[in-house]
């Protein structure tokens, strides 16, 4: 029996994901082997200097940044799948650094490597996911980058628990963990070229036989007649049109259109602000955080692989309700939470501190960092690469993504650099600033972020050229029937590269035209 249309896009978007489960490996993995001695003897006594330790920590996110340079030419110029293929390359190559790490300048070496090829696979895996989905499905897909990652988590996080309980004292406690985070990359690099290439790609290359050949076995058993297959490739082919129209893509122009800079900015200002939550000085330094608390590292790693079955839970939620509930909803919820956590927890560690003789308290600290962890996996995290993903055409969806990731790895190298030292000398109140940028990031969110839900991609820059700058309460906050654009692909009911009557357009039938009516624009 043939699998439905939607699950084999699905089951390609989730093969496409395996980069983000060893993303998520290599940030859950760290803690456990920052934690294990025969790892400290061997880097060193350098590894005694706080600078230098966040350095092994922070110089992955380097290493992601510096993906970001070449990613968007690759993606633009060798297509989707073969950018995915160099990361997993690039990163097998730093993972075996990492594995045989003598020193720490050859583990340095590893991470910045293993960086670059995460810092590739991360950025296209949404990409690649936001342009072979269905509409009615692109929320579940591209919001699978993060299950995936946290999947990565919840390995790291057993396996060094189960290595430092049983492998105490040994180079096997912090070697073997490095090295199964190559596993993931080999089948990912091996078959990736087996997936069908990315429809816009192929259709912005010129190449619409193949393009609409693609879109048919995506999502119509193949078959080029179907009425939603014939209408989203003339959709596409219109957005091609106008893309020609205007000339090919230019890194200047992500500025100097102010469409296009509205949605870098707020695509880069989002993937900034999901570091400023605090989950990355969680993640990274959870043996120092809660032994601050009285906790051995032994009992911390367990508190941290049950904080990764929380996070699997939340991104399972995120998944399978966000077509549902919308982009700007959970974004906004989720940061007013967090933000809430980081309150409890600062009061928490400036009132009973780890000299305090006080478990309730101390317990309590643990349960409000799994609260904040579910709602970051099932509100912020997955719909931190999944917004960006969607609202760029596809003639600038390559450039506009590597830009907006790079501010997720900027500012994951900052707190990751910044928190052994911030906790040194100043203790709790570092997590004032979590505290604080949490309900920021939720006000902005509601301020300033239109809704994508149930709308097409080619209808992007409809969206951001017509919505307000300042959206709440406004339609443009609303969201739509994510089934909506699908339905009017397959009734061919839909204006090509428009939001129709749903922005304030009126399809004028007597002229076979439209125009807008400024009159149903609330501003």
Known sequence: MALSPKVYTWLCGLFASLGSIIFGYDLGVIAGVLSATDFIDTMGSRFNDPNLEGLI????LLGCFAGMFPVAYFADNLGRRKTIQIGALVYMLGGAL????RNMDMMWAGRFFAGFGIGIMADLAPLYQAEIAHPSIRGRLTTLQQFMLGIGAFAASWITYGTSAGLKGTQAEWRVPLGIQIVPALPLFAFILLLPESPRWLAEKGRLDEATKTLAKLHAHGNINDPFVVSQMEDIKAEIQRAREIGSASWSELITDSSNLRRVSLGYILQFSVQMTGVSAIQYYSTTIFTTMGFSATRVLLFQSINSVIALIGEACCVLWVDNTGRRLPMITGNIVSGLSFVVGSILMARWPGTVDNNAAHYI?????????FFFSSCIGPLSWAYPAEIYSTRTRAKATAVTSSASWISNFFIA???????????????????ICGHTNALFV?????????RRLEEMDALFHDAPVFVANTPYANKQDRLLAEKELRQGTFVPGDLSERSGYAIDEEKGSYEHHDSERVN
Do not use: C
Not at 98 to 101: D, F, I, L, M
Not at 365 to 373: A, E, G, K, S
């Open 98 to 101: 990492q594995t045989g790490a």
């Open 57 to 60: 920590t922070s110089i992955l």
């Open 417 to 435: 650099q910044v928190t052994p030292v911030a906790f040194t000398h100043i203790g709790w109140k570092y997590y004032l600033v979590f505290a």
């Open 446 to 454: 509601w301020a300033f972020y239109p809704e994508t839900t149930g």
């Open 365 to 373: 600290f643990i349960i409000t960092t799994w609260v904040f962890n």
